[in-house]
């Protein structure tokens, strides 16, 4: 009897043995192939479409690296980080101003650049200040009804070129908006009287009755826009690899987007109902970046600054250590020319 009890005893401790060691062979095995977790994306369907991140999955360049992209559309890139906040997505995109404005309000980190101006072009010189035919020329926008997407770049645009009016914001009615369509119903109405445009939304807005051209947004100097990815810093931390991984597949993704313009129009009217045209014009005033550099860096400090000053920004922090570019450096070293 107690031989038999000693058996049935070591059976037991021999099992749970195996077991261990079949638990610690599936954490090895799980992590060798990390790679091929999810991403959880959100990105925009007004500024441009995001038409480089589209391309890569549609075109399958994530699966080739690894990984499987779970991709949610949201209006603006304020939206994309707003879905990181509630937990809905793992990344975001944004444009500087709303970056700045969301960095601290969750534990965010900025892994890659996304758009921006080129030395041959000032992706400005395609945002156009359009009005309604009462407001003849620039500086009658003083008393008028100015529409502006809520929590975007548009917030800063605005207050730069006013300032370069030397108009002053107290003397305009800011009109918010949380799409493009309620901007142009907006507009249709009379409810707004001038507003920023570029791209495919700016053909809707001048196809409006008395809708016309005040000025570009470049003549505002030293003005620039540029994007940037966002991504939860637990999860940055946690899956270095899994995001060297998307910035790889958004790089092949770039690459498809400049050399298939109708294959990228293709791919926009099945996601997002854009027209070819449409595509097309939004192409030209794009300029799709991967990497970070000293100008970056340069850029968003010196729009902070400013943000602070006028008090659009309520409280200050290190850029420096909202940067996480190990992902970046490892897969385009030459792109990351910021040194931490």
């Known amino acids: 009897m107690k031989k038999w009890y000693q058996q049935v005893l070591a059976f037991i401790v021999l099992t749970i043995f195996l077991v261990a060691c079949g638990n610690e062979s599936a954490k090895e095995n799980n992590s060798s192939v990390e790679g091929t977790a999810p991403i959880r994306a959100a990105i925009d369907t007004a500024a441009g479409g995001s038409f480089q991140i589209r391309a890569a999955n549609t075109e399958g360049y994530f699966k080739e690296h690894g990984i499987e992209v779970s991709l949610s559309n949201f209006a603006y890139g304020i939206d994309t980080v707003n879905a990181m906040l509630t937990e809905q997505a793992d990344t975001g995109l944004a444009a500087d101003y709303a970056l700045l404005n969301s960095l601290n309000k969750g534990d965010f980190v900025v892994v890659s650049s996304l758009t921006g101006s080129a030395e041959n072009v000032n992706v400005l010189d395609f945002t156009e200040v359009l009005a309604s035919q009462e407001v003849k020329e620039a500086n009658d926008l003083a008393g008028k009804k100015i529409g502006v997407a809520k929590g975007t770049v548009g917030e800063y645009h605005w207050s730069r070129y006013l300032e370069h009016l030397n108009i002053s914001e107290d003397d305009v009615k800011f009109v918010p908006y949380s799409t493009p369509d309620e901007a142009i119903v907006g507009v249709k109405k009379g409810d707004i009287d001038a507003v920023l445009a570029s791209g495919a939304l700016l053909e809707k807005f001048k196809s409006i009755e008395g809708v016309h051209t005040l000025d570009k947004l470049s ?55 854009i027209t070819k045209e449409d595509v097309h014009r939004d192409l030209e005033r794009q300029n799709f970046t991967l990497g970070f550099t000293e100008q970056d860096y340069r850029h968003l400090e010196t729009m902070k600054q400013y943000l602070l000053d006028k008090g659009m920004l309520k409280e200050d922090y290190d850029l420096k250590s ?17 040194n931490e």
């Open 322 to 338: 909202k940067l996480f570019l190990a992902p970046a450096k490892e897969v385009i070293p030459k792109q990351v020319t910021y």
């Open 219 to 273: 003549t505002v100097e030293g003005l620039n826009i540029a994007s940037y990815l966002v991504v939860d810093r637990q999860f940055a931390e946690q899956n270095e690899v899994l995001i060297a991984q998307f910035i790889s597949g958004i790089r092949e993704g770039i690459e498809y987007v400049k050399s298939n313009p109708d294959g990228t129009a293709d791919i926009a009217y099945k996601e997002l109902k």
